[in-house]
């Protein structure tokens, strides 16, 4: 075993402006588990297998512009059709622009893409 430290995971904390919506659609549109949620309504933790995404409440307008022009997370899945198809009710009753659908990228990923409801982009992505 090596003495060096090792970095072992890594976490997205997103902006977002109401707490209990965001949850609310990771949980009921993407199967991800509520697993915390802070009493004042400020904080918030999504997992969904190993990948977990926080979510912290502003009203600065200039944080939830960033959400929704520049933040975007890579999860990577095992299945990718599978869970788009276990995915793909309620992705259908989005608004037009928030969904694609599987396609394959040069770069030998198959992807699907989702925007959250405050405009982050969801990559979700697995090896050709």
């Given at each position: 075993?090596?003495?060096?430290?090792?970095?072992?995971?890594?976490?997205?904390?997103?902006?977002?402006k109401?707490?209990?919506?965001?949850?609310?659609?990771?949980?009921?549109?993407?199967?991800?588990?509520?697993?915390?949620?802070?009493?004042d309504?400020?904080?918030?933790?999504?997992?969904?297998?190993?990948?977990?995404?926080?979510?912290?409440?502003?009203?600065?307008?200039?944080?939830?512009?960033?959400?929704?022009?520049?933040?975007?997370?890579?999860?990577?899945?095992?299945?990718?059709?599978?869970?788009?198809?276990?995915?793909?009710p309620?992705?259908?009753?989005?608004?037009?622009?928030?969904?694609?659908?599987?396609?394959?990228?040069?770069?030998?990923?198959?992807?699907?893409?989702?925007k959250?409801?405050?405009?982050?982009?969801?990559?979700?992505?697995?090896?050709?």
């Amino acid at each position: 075993m090596s003495d060096l430290p090792i970095i072992e995971d890594a976490v997205s904390i997103v902006p977002v402006k109401d707490i209990e919506a965001t949850v609310d659609f990771y949980a009921d549109v993407l199967g991800f588990e509520r697993r915390m949620v802070s009493d004042d309504k400020t904080f918030a933790i999504v997992v969904h297998g190993q990948a977990a995404i926080h979510f912290t409440k502003t009203t600065d307008n200039k944080a939830l512009q960033a959400t929704a022009n520049n933040i975007s997370i890579y999860l990577w899945v095992q299945q990718i059709d599978k869970l788009y198809e276990q995915f793909k009710p309620k992705l259908d009753l989005l608004p037009k622009g928030r969904v694609r659908a599987p396609f394959n990228q040069p770069y030998g990923m198959r992807e699907f893409h989702v925007k959250d409801s405050d405009g982050c982009l969801l990559l979700f992505g697995e090896n050709i």
